[in-house]
């Protein structure tokens, strides 16, 4: 990770505690599949 990378994630992290939340990190996503994108839009129509 490049330094300003790893700097914003620094700062993020400390907002996210400062306003309460006690586990911030950062994973890798995957897409998900067809059907469940599919799902997730019309569940918040």
Known sequence: MQ????RIG????A????LGFDAVGFAHAAPVSHEAAK???QWIA
């Open 15 to 18: 907002e996210a505690l400062r």
């Open 10 to 13: 620094d700062d993020i992290k």
């Open 39 to 41: 799902a997730f839009t």
């Open 3 to 6: 330094k300003s990378q790893c």
